[in-house]
T-cell receptor, first 113, second 118 residues
């Protein structure tokens, strides 16, 4: 079973702090990874994608990918209460000539005002 | 850009009836769309991959005769839950990746359909 694993949390951080969210994956054939944010009762919205080893920054968000360790992370700087949500990590898994997107269980983040 | 519209947003139906959910890509074409289901406090579980002009590919454990998928055009996929039962109550979300974009492109999600079967 090709899986994407996340700690379910909740992860609680004070407002203004850095939130660090982690994800591991089992399929070495996965090429791309995505972080989505999902508010309760809503569908996921894309935060960032990453497919090269190293860091990728976009505003307050930094995604990190280490393919050797099969590890993906998301850092949120200057966390705000509005960042409180579930963060889903997804990997793009090759299968039968195409790719399908496998999601982790998500990490619930609480930013405390 | 890359807007996915899903309809209806919510539906309540009686046990034994069928429900159709539509997923449209509004500003792009998609040869492949993905249908997910999410139960409360759980992650998205891929149900099936919808392929334009051909049969859908179902994940293990998903009944293809119960969850009928039709991808009749490059902008429309439908999921029909046949003979719905209370255990089918869930949040159904479709997603798509624009045709021609590579493997590194993300999925774009519809707003989801909350199905309640009474």
């Amino acid at each position: 079973q090709k899986e994407v694993e996340q700690n379910s949390g909740p992860l609680s951080v004070p407002e203004g702090a850095i939130a660090s969210l982690n994800c591991t994956y089992s399929d070495r054939g996965s090429q791309s990874f995505f972080w989505y944010r999902q508010y309760s009762g809503k569908s996921p919205e894309l935060i960032m994608s990453i497919y090269s080893n190293g860091d990728k920054e976009d505003g307050r968000f930094t995604a990190q990918l280490n393919k050797a360790s099969q590890y993906v992370s998301l850092l949120i700087r200057d966390s705000q209460p509005s960042d409180s949500a579930t963060y889903l990590c997804a990997g793009n898994t090759p299968t039968s000539g195409t790719y399908k997107y496998i999601f982790g269980t998500g990490t619930r983040l609480k930013v405390l005002a | 850009g890359a807007v996915v519209s899903q309809h209806p947003s919510w539906v309540i139906c009686k046990s034994g009836t069928s429900v159709k959910i539509e997923c449209r890509s509004l500003d792009f074409q998609a040869t492949t769309m993905f249908w997910y289901r999410q139960f409360p406090k759980q992650s998205l579980m891929l149900m099936a991959t919808s392929n334009e002009g051909s049969k859908a590919t179902y994940e293990q454990g998903v009944e293809k005769d119960k969850f009928l998928i039709n991808h009749a055009s490059l902008t429309l996929s439908t999921l029909t839950v046949t003979s719905a039962h209370p255990e089918d109550s869930s949040f159904y979300i479709c997603s798509a990746r624009p045709f021609g974009q590579g493997v590194n492109s993300p999925l774009h999600f519809g707003n989801g359909t909350r199905l309640t079967v009474t």
